[in-house]
């Protein structure tokens, strides 16, 4: 998480702690990328505690050239196609699996831009009080990977027919504008602390819905 590296850590272990408590609920084979949520951010977090931990000392440059790959590679990669496709997987309703099929598209593009800038491009992070800053020189979109990548991970929250799904995806819109309002310069990883700590709500949506996979009327 962005405020130290106990924070990183903790937070980590208990996301980790949520996501093998979801694990264990009975789930069908529809839900398990969408209950496997909390162990991508705990990676994430843990990721960030390991920069932490290193920005500071003027070493470990291996250590924190991985870190920082692998929490922007879930960040700005995974997210974008995992966040459509776990709520299309267990969507019912076949109109709503429409535009998630385009979302899930949307998302795609997200991710191989990234991927590929990723890759390609330099990526750094260093701490700027008490969070943690991410630069890169990836080429410019113009601002249409940024809209993209809001409407591939917030949009398919509120298409699901999944009970409760719309209350997470409240949740994290929320986080998403206090993060752009306040945090301007820390978004990648104010947003994802808040994102993390929102992820424990998919235990919940899991349980309530494990005997079906509840859905409002279309």
């Not at 196609?81 to 699996?97: A, D, N, T």
């Not at 099929?101 to 997200?110: D, E, F, N, Q, Y």
């Amino acid at each position: 998480m962005c405020f130290s590296a106990v924070a990183s850590f903790a937070g980590g272990t208990v996301i980790s702690g949520v996501g093998v408590a979801t694990q264990r609920e009975k789930l069908k084979p529809e839900q398990r990328l969408f209950a496997s949520i909390p162990f991508i951010f705990a990676l994430q977090q843990f990721a960030e505690g390991a920069l932490w931990l290193t920005l500071g000392s003027g070493s470990h440059g291996v250590i924190q050239d991985t870190a920082t790959k692998i929490f922007l590679a879930v960040a700005l990669v995974a997210w974008p196609s995992v966040i459509p496709l776990s709520i299309y997987l267990m969507e019912k309703v076949k109109e709503r699996k429409a535009v998630l099929i385009l979302l899930i598209v949307a998302g795609g593009i997200v991710s191989a831009f990234n991927a590929y800038s990723l890759v390609n491009y330099q990526v750094t992070a260093q701490i700027q009080g008490l969070h943690i800053k991410y630069l890169d020189n990836f080429p410019s979109s113009q601002g249409f990977i940024p809209v993209l990548y809001g409407v591939s991970t917030i949009v398919p929250l509120f298409v699901s027919s999944v009970k409760r799904v719309w209350i997470l995806g409240l949740a994290i819109s929320i986080s998403l504008a206090v993060s752009v309002i306040f945090y301007t310069q820390f978004v990648t990883s104010v947003w994802c602390f808040f994102a993390a700590l929102l992820s424990v709500m998919i235990f919940w949506i899991v349980r309530t819905s494990r005997k079906t996979l509840d859905v409002k009327t279309s």
